[in-house]
């Protein structure tokens, strides 16, 4: 199954910078199928991005995905108040379907 | 809107089996082409697929739970449930259900349970 790691671990950060997340894969992830959750603290999580670069429906347009092959980013452009949560890539490429161990971006 | 709820007991007791249910308003799982699944997160961890059935009732299993597993549909309740044979503590954790087969969205809130005697 394909491992994909999620760096930093934690990332602290001021409202208003831009948050940098990336998500690697053990193995290429085919037609860069992988996508994108949020999860607050007590919530489910909550799809941001699929197609490495697709925005879900209702999803703010300062929120971006680029990447391909192995190597992905998700990339927050101005941090709100009520985006400080934990970040999780998943691939959906291969079977079965994996997910990172999360990036949580805090409040400097 | 489609909207997903898991039920289910929060405690089990070790060795016997884990069994949830997800309810879905909004859209019929018997129709559409839509598959759903069974996800679950270790305290503080990470998220695991567990497996899926689709519109038609074919399922599909993480090949490290496959042996463990069962995923059913109940179409005129609208539900689909999770059955987890033999757990042990290692299987506690919150389990959510869910629309989709590569992405997923969108997610029931979750219902932790505990393999505890």
């Known amino acids: 199954e394909i491992v994909l790691t999620q760096s930093p671990g934690t990332l602290s950060l001021s409202p208003g910078e831009r948050a940098t997340l990336s998500c690697r894969a053990s193995?290429?992830?085919?037609?860069?199928?992988l996508a994108w959750y949020q999860q607050r603290p007590g919530q489910a999580p909550r799809l941001l991005i699929y197609h490495a670069s697709s925005r879900a429906t209702g999803i703010p347009d300062r929120f971006s995905g680029s990447g391909s092959g192995t190597d992905f980013t998700l990339t927050i452009s101005r941090l709100e108040p009520e985006d400080f949560a934990v970040y999780y890539c998943q691939q959906y490429g291969s079977s079965p379907v994996t997910f990172g161990g999360g990036t949580k971006v805090e409040l400097k | 809107q489609v909207q997903l709820q898991e039920s289910g007991p929060g405690l089990v007791k070790p060795s016997q089996t884990l069994s949830l249910t997800c309810t879905v308003s909004?859209?019929?799982?018997?129709?559409?082409?839509?598959?759903w699944s069974w996800i679950r997160q270790h305290p503080g961890k990470g998220l695991e697929w567990i497996g899926n059935?689709?519109?038609?009732?074919?399922?599909d299993y993480n090949p490290s739970l496959k042996s463990r597993v069962t995923i059913s549909g109940e179409t005129s309740e609208n539900q689909f449930s999770l059955r987890l044979s033999s757990v042990t503590a290692a299987d506690t954790a919150v389990y959510y259900c869910?629309?989709?087969?590569?992405?997923?969205?969108?997610w029931g809130q979750g219902t932790l349970v505990t393999v505890s005697s």
């Open positions: 193995q290429s992830v085919s037609n860069s199928f």
């Open positions: 059935i689709n519109y038609r009732g074919t399922t």
């Open positions: 909004g859209a019929s799982i018997s129709s559409g082409g839509y598959y």
């Open positions: 869910a629309r989709g087969i590569t992405w997923f969205d969108p």
